[in-house]
């Protein structure tokens, strides 16, 4: 049997395992919502410690709080923003849509631990209480968003736009490597004219790049911090230039260029930032997914496929055909995009569903943009550097597939006319015989010599 300790809260007393620095009401969340498995994601709660943190030292600047009670919140919330006490916020994404009680869960941790450096003991609420210091001058309703907004631009800053840069600067190498290497270009995935690998892979970092610039193009409503509107947006209870002097100290702890919204209603009865941040996240997804499949397809094969392209081999790609190798990065790459656009549409509802003076869809939102935050930046970082780094060509089949192709006949449409190109090209498929014979030899529409200097595809590209 757990030894327990009983703990209280506005509603009455609660028993708390004796060894958890949590208090009352995180247990009854723990207890009222055994929804799934995915709890609150971590970056949340390390950003809520930041929260309280900064708020621990803007209330003593400002004399609310002593600084022996700041100093006590300080460090304890900096534990929790390392890592230490990761196990004591076991709670669910599926509680409270305002996050107040993984809010409360952190305040009773952060309560819990700066009393035991006190010379207190948990439980007592003193000499460090929850509501009265650690959560001083805030509210869930602003302390949360906040936390969002910081949860996310760190996860931005830190690992997708670094795997971003990673995915983009490999496709300019690979595309500088193979420019001089001409190819069937593909349209209605039938052939087309050529192109050179190098044009297709820059293509594939342009269009990453522009998702890129739209990620950039988000970060300053992100940089835009709901806290000070305490309850509804009004800021009751939180003293005078309480948000300057909080995105002055959060700005200092993270290195993001903060600054208080401008208007708080709006900040915490929505989440358009978030939205449109998730927006371009989406817009990665639906590149990346474009991408992985082009390169999967062109390296379909390796005999009875596309071939053009040889990718890494990874792994045994079958328990039962021997030597096979299959596309696994691309596979990833393209189930990760999946998710992230079925985010989307979770993070567009529960953005448009606020009601009143707060939205309610939080915990969805934040956890629903940290997840695709993370896979995306591992996914782009991981296809970077065992797909595309390693990527090769196989010169000899895309020479065989470029030699055969029809669609060579649109360079000699200029000189025949459209009609008869046309014909040269079925003939050729129906009798099959090349373009050079049907042109010259059967037609007689061209000689050889002009023929030769028109119907080269190296001029094309």
């Known amino acids: 049997m757990t030894e327990t300790r009983i703990e209280t809260d506005s509603l009455g007393e ?24 995915g709890t609150m994601p971590l970056a949340v709660v390390h950003a809520l410690a930041l929260v309280k943190l900064a708020a621990a030292r803007c209330n003593r600047d400002n004399g609310k709080l002593d600084a022996d009670r700041a100093s006590a919140i300080e460090r304890a919330a900096r534990e929790v923003v390392d890592g230490l006490w990761d ?4 709670l669910v994404v599926w509680q409270t849509g305002s996050g107040t009680q993984s809010n409360m869960n952190v305040n009773e941790v952060v309560a819990n631990r700066a009393s035991e450096i006190m010379g207190g003991t948990r439980g007592r609420k003193e000499p460090v209480h929850p509501n009265d210091h650690v959560n001083m001058s805030q509210s869930s309703n602003d302390a949360f968003p906040t936390a969002m907004h910081l949860a996310a631009a760190l996860a931005v800053r830190d690992l997708l736009q670094p795997a971003l840069h990673q995915l983009v600067t490999t496709l300019d190498e690979r595309a500088t490597a193979f420019a001089d290497v001409v190819k069937v270009g593909r349209t209605h ?23 890129s610039a739209a990620l950039e193009g988000t970060l300053p409503r992100l940089a835009e911090l709901a806290i000070g509107a305490t309850a509804v947006g009004t800021g009751l209870n939180a003293p005078p230039n309480w948000d300057v002097a909080m995105c002055r100290e959060l700005a200092a702890l993270t290195g993001l260029a903060l600054t208080p919204v401008a208007n708080k209603h709006a900040a915490i009865a929505a989440h358009d930032a978030l939205v449109e941040l998730h927006g371009a996240l989406r817009l990665i997804a639906v590149a990346a997914m474009k991408i992985a499949n082009d390169f999967r397809w062109l390296a379909s094969g390796p005999r009875c496929g596309i071939g053009e392209l040889r990718l890494p081999a990874l792994e045994p790609g079958s328990s039962i055909m021997p030597g096979k190798v299959n596309p696994t990065q691309c596979e990833a790459l393209t189930m990760v995009a999946a998710r992230v656009l079925g985010n989307d549409t979770t993070v567009a509802l529960a953005g448009s569903s606020g009601n009143f003076e707060l939205n309610v869809y939080k915990p969805v939102i934040a956890a629903c943009v940290l997840e695709s935050i993370r896979l995306l930046g591992d996914a782009l970082a991981s296809f970077a550097e065992r797909c595309v780094h390693g990527v090769d060509v196989d010169r000899e089949r895309i ?8 669609m060579l006949v649109t360079a000699l449409a200029p000189e025949v006319g459209y009609d008869a190109a046309a014909e040269v090209a079925k003939r050729a498929l129906r009798e099959g015989k090349s373009l050079r014979h049907v042109a010259v030899d059967d037609m007689q529409l061209v000689d050889a010599t002009t023929f030769d200097e028109l119907v080269d595809a190296s001029k094309m590209v």
Do not use: K, Y
């Open 189 to 211: 995935l039938m052939d087309a004219t050529p192109v050179t690998m190098g044009q297709v892979l820059a293509g594939h970092a342009a269009q990453l790049r522009q998702a």
């Open 399 to 406: 020479a065989h597939h470029l030699e055969r192709s029809l």
């Open 87 to 90: 196990g004591e916020f076991p």
């Open 14 to 37: 609660v028993e708390v395992a004796r060894d958890r620095l949590w208090g009352a009401q995180t247990q009854r969340s723990l207890e009222n919502f055994p929804i799934g498995e």
